[in-house]
């Protein structure tokens, strides 16, 4: 899965220095804060936890927008496989995922998401997620 994933960043990082973008540096498998946890010195959780149902829809309609997904068959139980998707697919919502709600998903619990509700599950529980 990391193969796959950092090719796609490479690939993304050509294409926005052909459209003259500044490319963004590939998202460590560290996390954002070092070890992948959001916390503050003290321990507790930083930032503030977004609404379950807000993720619900916005989650499903990332699935939705990707071109190889029939949108009648995502539902918040459906797996990426009910719906068509392959494993190159599947890392393809998860980066959307990461866009969608600008935070950055370790390689180890993104290969957990196997469903649009391990997604939903996963954002709906991580602090910095916006």
Known sequence: ???VRSSLWAVH????QH??????VAPSTTGLWGNGNARTMSGEAHGTYLDRRDVIDRVLAVVKS???VDAS??????????M???SLDEVEVVMALEE???LEIPDAEA?????????IDFIASHPSAK
């Open 84 to 86: 068509g998707l392959d």
């Open 111 to 119: 290969d957990k998401i196997r469903s649009a509700s391990d997604a």
């Open 13 to 16: 990082g050509s294409v926005l």
């Open 100 to 102: 969608e709600f600008a």
């Open 19 to 24: 459209m003259r973008v500044r490319a963004v």
């Open 66 to 68: 990707n071109q190889k």
């Open 1 to 3: 899965m990391q193969a």
């Open 73 to 82: 068959k995502v539902s918040e139980t459906a797996s990426f496989k009910d």
